[in-house]
């Protein structure tokens, strides 16, 4: 019974590059979350997201970030020209419905741009 | 905007020493506070949902109470396995736009010594 998968664990790139993180959703679920996790501080969320639609991305920062959940594969948030301060970690979590809860979260893609 | 203060920050305690951690918050149309253990390196693990004033969820040391303002996590005779990060989190009404994701607090972070 496998849980939310993401990867890569640990995501090491430049200034300026492209990172992509990957989550699959536990089997059955069928809305992803994105939060993220700066050093020291609490998880933010990030976006929202069902199959091929986005819910909610009042917390994506509105340049660089974008995020999607195609129909088939998993849900992948992209940062273009990464700068030191996307140095974090991320977590997706997923859930079955909108209405219901716990999320459950995966074990994050640590980011670190160097 | 919804917010989630948790205290304090840090918390020593000596193996068998119960004490309480807090959670106090502030939501436009509670539906949901939630309580999740966080170990290093990993994703946060859910414990526990609370939805109305008044109610009380147990698991093995750790029990959650949640008043209108307010929600405590009482440790009672913990362990070092014990020891971890926890945090509280708040979900809005479903009607609100936005609701879905949970705002999250600081955390706690609890340290057991044996």
């Known amino acids: 019974n496998a849980g939310v998968m993401q990867n890569p664990r640990h995501l090491v790139r430049r200034r300026g590059q492209e990172a992509r993180l990957r989550c699959s959703p536990m089997?059955?679920?069928?809305?992803v979350y994105w939060y993220r996790q700066l050093p020291e501080e609490g998880l933010k969320f990030m976006v929202y997201?069902?199959?091929?639609?986005?819910?909610?991305e009042s917390g994506m920062p509105k340049e660089r970030f974008s995020a999607e959940f195609p129909k088939e594969g998993p849900s992948i948030l992209r940062i273009q020209q990464v700068v030191r301060g996307d140095s974090a970690a991320y977590f997706c979590?997923?859930?079955?419905?909108?209405?219901?809860?716990?999320?459950?979260f995966g074990n994050g893609t640590r980011l670190t741009v160097t | 905007e919804d917010q989630v203060t948790q205290s304090p920050e840090a918390l020593r305690l000596q193996e068998g020493e119960s004490s309480s951690l807090n959670c106090s918050y502030t939501?436009?149309?509670?539906?949901?506070l939630f309580w999740y253990r966080q170990d290093p390196g990993k994703g946060p693990e859910f414990l526990f949902t609370?939805?109305?004033a008044g109610e009380e969820k147990e698991k093995e040391r750790l029990k959650a109470t949640l008043t209108k303002k307010e929600s405590f996590l009482h440790i009672t005779a913990p362990k070092p396995e014990d020891s971890a990060t926890y945090l509280c989190?708040?979900?809005?009404?479903?009607?609100?736009?936005?609701?879905?994701?949970?705002?999250f607090g600081q955390g706690t972070r609890l340290t057991i010594n044996p």
């Open positions: 089997k059955g679920h069928s809305h």
């Open positions: 989190a708040v979900q809005g009404a479903p009607e609100i736009q936005g609701a879905q994701k949970l705002v």
């Open positions: 939501v436009s149309g509670l539906r949901g």
């Open positions: 979590a997923s859930s079955p419905t909108d209405r219901e809860s716990p999320l459950h």
């Open positions: 997201l069902q199959k091929e639609n986005i819910i909610d």
């Open positions: 609370l939805y109305s």
